[in-house]
């Protein structure tokens, strides 16, 4: 019997009778972002989807204009403000990588339009990701003036190699279908 988790417009998990979670990133028609509550529920998701007896694998993906724009100004301005808060969302993104590296469930991540902060690092991360035609791959750390981190020191070389990596996230030059080679 299928079954869904809904965590608000943000994030919906529905769990077909096929065994397959469906990870969602929304709202439906515009571009998602993450807040602090989103945040911290995909940085827990992964272990509790590793928890369930019917799941057999995970695609994630997104009902949205793109896969996801990062995290919302709200969040990146508390993050700003508060150390705590800093302190939080760095202990979130820690869990992120981790629970997903430790879930023993195939994730497969399909990737369109952006792809930007936490939603990158699940698309990323994912065991096989497929990027769309439309699809723009972006670490966008240095923008906002801190060294790329989490997920990008672990997965970026490994995909693309130290150089390109170096490049990428230095720059936060988009990655395109047109820009792979």
Do not use: N
């Amino acid at each position: 019997m299928s079954r869904s988790w809904d965590f608000g417009p943000s994030m919906q998990v529905e769990i077909g009778d096929a065994g397959i979670a469906e990870v969602m990133f929304g709202p439906a028609g515009a571009l998602p972002t993450t807040d602090a509550r989103t945040h911290a529920e995909i940085a827990q998701l992964w272990p509790r989807l590793s928890r369930e007896p019917d799941v057999r694998a995970v695609l994630v993906r997104s009902v949205g204009k793109g896969f996801s724009a990062g995290g919302k100004i709200d969040l990146v301005q508390e993050m700003i403000d508060s150390e705590a808060s800093r302190l939080r969302v760095l202990r979130e993104a820690r869990e992120l990588v981790q629970g997903m590296i430790d879930c023993d469930l195939p994730i497969v991540s399909a990737i369109h339009g952006a792809a930007v902060g936490a939603g990158l690092a699940v698309a990323l991360l994912a065991d096989v990701s497929i990027a769309g035609l439309s699809a723009k791959i972006v670490d966008g750390h240095t923008k906002l003036g801190v060294a790329a981190g989490d997920h990008a020191a672990v997965i970026w070389p490994l995909l693309c190699g130290m150089a390109k990596a170096k490049y990428y996230l230095l720059t936060c030059t988009p990655l395109s279908s047109g820009s792979a080679s």
